[in-house]
């Protein structure tokens, strides 16, 4: 069985009842959640070895949330503690004309406070063969973004294939660096890159001619992005795939979804989802980044398998409430071989 190692910051999620805005709400609903954790929790469910890494400082939330991760399969051995607290989010989700909105209550969390040579990353990579990371991660602070490195560094020395989410979040860089200072030196180790058009654009100045993500009317045309896929490729020459994601906002309740994989010579499409009802929609790009982890390490070389795989996986958790992508791997490859009827299985 494969072994997959992500590190990242996970936070206590507190979520607004249905579509009721924060200042209406008189209570939340606690879960958690955060990029790299929601991917090992997606891995997991697919029966992959997954284990996720992080600095959790030692209290009740966070053993309740070593807890919430072992319930789904994910490994905590290595995580460290310290430092003083979890980090929270609070996510009112949005309907129709108004957006969701996500507010960070993360300063000074734990993992923001981590250092180089805490973690032992050859210990951690003992026995993996894939290493994952998001560009949240090293927007935390310095210290995060020195570990990451150094993660990266350890997993190309041992030969563990690494992949990245280049995952832009403009309010999380707030601790003197830009996301274009900090993050080419990350990319460069790796060997799978994923993104979308705004991690492209605000990140490293890459987009596709001719495309404005703010009137996309729910079409999107794939082609236009094999030039994004040129240029991360050219400027990263150790990536052999890059993966682009692509979202049609017609409302918040209402996004096409797909994607496009570059491997160098050939553009590989999925098929587009209309997804028209979205239960919600935090964590649709982590599950996104499981799937194709899955289906890289399941279906190769079928590299068209696995983005197929990975958009239907995706578009699945776009149906569930929480941050994990709680479906099997029977369920995302009927919805693959075009079972989107939701009839119920008797």
Not at 331 to 338: I, Q, T
Request: aromatic letters at 10%; charged letters at 20%.
């Amino acid at each position: 069985m494969p072994k997959v190692i992500t590190f990242g910051e996970i936070m206590l999620r507190l979520s607004t009842p249905g579509y009721l805005r924060i200042s209406q709400a008189h209570q939340f609903e606690a879960t958690f959640g955060g990029g790299e954790a929601n991917v090992a929790v997606s891995l997991a469910n697919y029966g992959i070895d997954a284990s996720f890494v992080t600095r959790f400082p030692d209290n009740d939330i966070a053993r309740s949330c070593i807890k919430d991760l072992r319930s789904y399969g994910v490994k905590t051995d290595q995580c460290i503690f310290g430092g003083e607290r979890l980090g929270i989010y609070f996510l009112e989700t949005g309907a129709v004309a108004r957006p969701s909105k996500v507010i960070y209550d993360r300063a000074h969390s734990s993992i923001s406070e981590i250092q180089p040579g805490m973690i032992d990353w050859k210990e951690v990579f003992r026995g993996a063969d894939w290493f994952h990371w998001t560009g949240i991660t090293p927007a935390l602070s310095q210290g995060a973004a020195d570990v990451c490195l150094e993660a990266i560094k350890a997993a190309n020395e041992l030969g563990v294939t690494v992949s990245c989410d280049l995952n832009y979040r403009k309010n999380l860089w707030k601790y003197g660096k830009k996301a274009a200072e900090v993050m080419p030196a990350l990319v460069e180790g790796c060997d799978i890159i994923l993104g979308n058009e705004e991690d492209a654009d605000k990140v490293f100045g890459i987009k596709p001619e001719g495309f404005d993500v703010t009137a996309t009317g729910g079409k999107v045309d794939s082609a236009k992005f094999q030039s994004v896929c040129e240029q991360l490729m050219a400027r990263f020459p150790r990536a052999k795939k890059v993966i682009i994601t692509l979202r049609g906002s017609i409302n918040a309740n209402h996004n096409t979804w797909g994607g496009v994989l570059w491997d160098g010579k050939t553009l590989y499409q999925s098929p587009r989802y209309d997804i028209t009802h979205i239960v919600d929609r935090v964590g649709g790009g982590d599950s996104f980044m499981g799937g194709l982890i899955y289906g890289l390490l399941t279906y190769a070389p079928d590299d068209q398998k696995a983005l197929n795989f990975a958009v239907a996986a995706s578009c699945l958790k776009h149906t569930l409430f929480g941050d994990y992508n709680q479906m099997t791997v029977a369920e995302v490859e009927n919805l693959m071989k075009g079972d989107g009827s939701g009839r119920v299985s008797r």
